[in-house]
């Protein structure tokens, strides 16, 4: 389909103009949140809302994420951008509406559930907190979707304190109104419940398996709360600058040094399928690689069938050279996560190199190579280098000078022609010595010498970083600061 | 054309008529793939039925399932169509003696009787409506998706020898991934892209109920509930849906009626592969403190 079809074909069939700018809307604001929409895919996008029942809020929403978002990895923001843009345009997120009906609706439910209808119309007003926190619990209690939605609004409209206008994040609202609620406390009691009614005290196994389940609840109710928050937010500040504030960097764009925790988790996660993609490629790279030299006994042999004629020459198997890695990285607190995942990630694809040592330092500096050695669960090892590790010379400020010379002096002499370093760290050196001449040293022996600083470049030499003055005896000084950077230069080296 | 399904509900109805219980998300897609006339990328872990979509599908639209399997090295001439050099051989000596002009020999032997289709050609060649499904994408080489491009775009094939042979109908085309590299933009760009993930606990235990015969209602909300438990805990690989569903036949098997703590620990082999997984599973599950959130 061309693009003048799509044009033509897009406002024939009822599907007037506003909806084509409403979606030319949120396609800028998935751009501006770093999703790839091509044009392609923004026609696609308006041919197939004209097949899906606008009102059918899921629906529409899932027809516009086949069409526009193709890796699992961006449907978090995407998830986003949706509802902060569509948050005020479905018929029950009217928000005018909403202070009228609301009330109503809990009370409605409050009614059937729990069999107390004296409260008349508008009711909802006046909930008592002793009554908000019963219908917390028999929510929690039953899974009852619906319900949670009315505690959500309530426990937000109550607790939260949103003032117009007032410059606070939604995370603060969001803390404000768990705070009151003490979902916690509920858990603790529907826990408790469950044990009573059994009679005979319950295995910690089952426990664990009813903590789950509630805990489950609880999050879909936080669920509920954010998007009531959210909904709230947008209605107050509009929804530019709402996209604007939300907007969070994609798992591969989460800087390392200041990932929150939450950010921390989901690289963990997205660490593994990236080493195995890695590590595929590596092998498929080397398997299609070049051919060896020129087999010339195997060549002449060959040549017999063809009374002489070298026809068909043939070549020797490729030997390839698998480098030997030593990563030496700094793991004092203000890099210490980006020394983890690079660890991580040598460590997993550990099999395209001939050998990997590794080698840790803050001012003192430690070899942890064989705590990697025969473990399963490289999280674990990582994890103990991290606690066991002896690193601290004088009192743990990094000093990179005397780890190097101590890594000179102990390992020095192991390092061949085929060995590559890695030389991680923001190279902030507390004034101390830099001792470059160590580095000049081991690029003479070594193969390469490769810095890695998880800095932004403009930080770089400001205070008392001296990359600058390491960086003249390095191959290459590289700008690590994320996992889509990470990903290339281990790519390139391998 | 006519479309294969009315709307999204009656789709989503008719696959769980053919024991596939899909969600809005798959059903959605589905439909507007009919709709748009385009390919589906399904993506995900695997053993969450990817495959099982593209044959349920072609169960309830009576289609004929036509499959190629990805795999490395595979080439134009195991995909798209090959010429049977051995029967033009044999065509050309029978002319030996004869004097025929070779202008008509060489249209004679590159005609369609000496043509060798495969299975994106059949696809493409079939009367009958059909259900292309393309296995496991991401194992073929970059260079190899190119073979693919025209055929999802234009739903056709282009042989130098014969010209554009363009589709019968419009086949409705799965892909399926496991995510083991990045397909290319070019080939995501001509998709609609659907990722199915584990399915949530309601819906598994929906499944386990109807792929077990004899399970009772409680033991399967069991299963499901121990099953999304493990699937919290940070492992190598997580149990699928097809383990879930072996777990289960294993349970009925074994009569149990209720999971205890043993149970799980003598028949936890079945959904975890890894030792180090089973180990930290049973430990983790062992604590009723559960993880932190």
């Known amino acids: ?494 | 054309m006519s479309h294969r399904f009315s709307d999204v509900a009656a789709l989503k109805d008719e696959l769980a008529g053919v024991d596939y219980l899909s969600d809005e998300g798959i059903a959605g897609v589905v439909y507007l793939a009919d709709r748009l006339q385009k390919p589906i990328l399904v993506e995900g872990p695997a053993g969450t039925g990817k495959t099982q979509l593209a044959k349920s599908v072609s169960e309830i639209t009576g289609a004929r399932l036509i499959r190629l399997q990805c795999y490395e090295g595979l080439d134009e001439a195991k995909a798209l169509y090959e010429w049977n050099y051995k029967k033009q051989l044999l065509r050309i000596q029978a002319e030996g003696g004869s004097d025929e002009d070779w202008t008509d020999l060489s249209d004679d032997i590159f005609s369609d009787e000496f043509l060798l289709t495969r299975p994106l050609l059949e696809a493409i060649r079939a009367e009958e409506p059909v259900v292309l499904l393309i296995d496991e994408v991401d194992r073929v080489e970059v260079e190899t998706e190119a073979l693919l491009l025209e055929i999802l775009s234009d739903y056709q094939v282009s042989i130098p020898e014969l010209g554009t042979i363009e589709a019968k109908q419009i086949p409705l085309v799965f892909l399926t991934s496991n995510n083991t590299r990045e397909l290319s933009e070019a080939l995501k760009r001509r998709c609609l892209y659907l990722h199915v993930d584990y399915p949530d606990m309601e819906r598994e235990k929906e499944i386990v109920l109807t792929k077990v015969p004899d399970i009772t209602e409680n033991l399967a909300d069991q299963v499901a509930r121990v099953v999304r438990s493990i699937r919290q805990i940070e492992l190598k690989k997580h149990p699928s849906v097809s383990e879930t569903l072996d777990w289960a036949k294993t349970l009925v098997l074994l009569g149990v009626e209720k999971i205890d703590e043993q149970t799980a620990a003598s028949t936890i082999n079945i959904l975890l592969k890894y030792q180090s997984d089973i180990n930290k599973a049973l430990k983790e599950l062992a604590t009723a403190d559960g993880v932190t959130p």
């Open chain 1, 1 to 494: 389909m061309t693009v003048t079809d799509a044009a033509a074909d897009a406002t024939p069939e009822g599907v007037g103009d506003p909806i084509l700018d409403l979606l030319n809307g949120f396609i800028v604001q998935l751009r501006a949140a770093g999703l790839p929409v091509s044009l392609t895919e923004n026609l696609d996008a308006m041919q197939a809302i004209r097949h899906v029942p606008l009102e059918d809020r899921e629906t529409f929403k899932y027809a516009l994420a086949a069409t526009l978002v193709k890796h699992h990895n961006h449907w978090k923001a995407f998830e986003t951008v949706f509802e902060v843009y569509f948050s005020l345009r479905g018929d029950e997120y009217q928000i005018g509406d909403e202070l009228v009906e609301l009330p109503e609706m809990d009370d409605d439910e409050q009614g059937d559930q729990q069999g107390s209808g004296d409260q008349q119309g508008g009711g909802g007003e006046n909930l008592t907190p002793e009554e908000l926190a019963e219908m917390l619990y028999q929510s929690l209690m039953r899974g009852d979707q619906q319900m949670m939605r009315g505690v959500a609004r309530q426990a937000v409209k109550r607790y939260a304190g949103m003032e117009p206008g007032r410059p606070v994040g939604g995370t603060y609202y969001l803390y404000r109104t768990l705070r009151n609620l003490d979902i916690d406390g509920v858990l603790e009691r529907l826990l408790e419940q469950e044990q009573n009614e059994d009679g005979e005290a319950p295995s910690d196994f089952e426990q664990r398996l009813a903590r789950d389940e509630y805990q489950s609840r609880a999050n879909q109710l936080q669920q509920e709360i954010e998007a009531e928050i959210r909904r709230r937010l947008v209605a107050d500040r509009g929804v530019e600058a709402m996209a604007k504030t939300l907007r969070k960097p994609l798992p591969e764009d989460v800087d390392f040094m200041h990932a929150s925790r939450e950010e921390m988790a989901s690289l963990r996660k997205a660490i593994w399928p990236l080493t195995r993609k890695l590590a595929a490629r590596l092998q498929r790279k080397r398997r299609h690689g070049r051919k060896g030299p020129l087999d010339f006994r195997r060549t002449v042999r060959a040549s017999l069938s063809y009374g002489g004629v070298p026809a068909e020459p043939k070549f020797r198997n490729p030997r390839p050279h698998k480098p030997e890695i030593f990563v030496i990285a700094d793991i004092s607190g203000s890099v210490a996560a980006f020394a983890r995942f690079t660890l991580h990630l040598v460590y997993a694809i550990s099999g395209q190199f001939s050998k990997v040592r590794a080698f840790v330092f803050i001012d003192g500096l430690d070899e942890v190579t064989h705590m990697f050695e025969g473990v399963e669960d490289i999280n674990e090892a990582v994890h103990r280098v991290n606690t066991e590790a002896d690193v601290v010379w004088v009192d743990g400020h990094s000093d990179y000078g005397h780890a190097l010379g101590v890594f000179w002096e102990k390992y020095g002499n192991e390092i061949g022609p085929r060995t590559s370093i890695m030389i991680l760290g923001d190279a902030r050196n507390n004034y101390h010595a830099s001792e470059s001449w160590i580095i000049k040293a081991m690029n003479e022996k070594a193969r390469a010498v490769h810095w890695l600083n998880p800095e932004p470049q403009s930080y770089w030499d400001t205070g008392d970083s001296i990359v600058g003055e390491y960086a003249q005896h390095c191959d290459g000084t590289f700008e690590v600061r994320n996992l889509r950077q990470l990903e290339a230069f281990v790519d390139n080296l391998a």
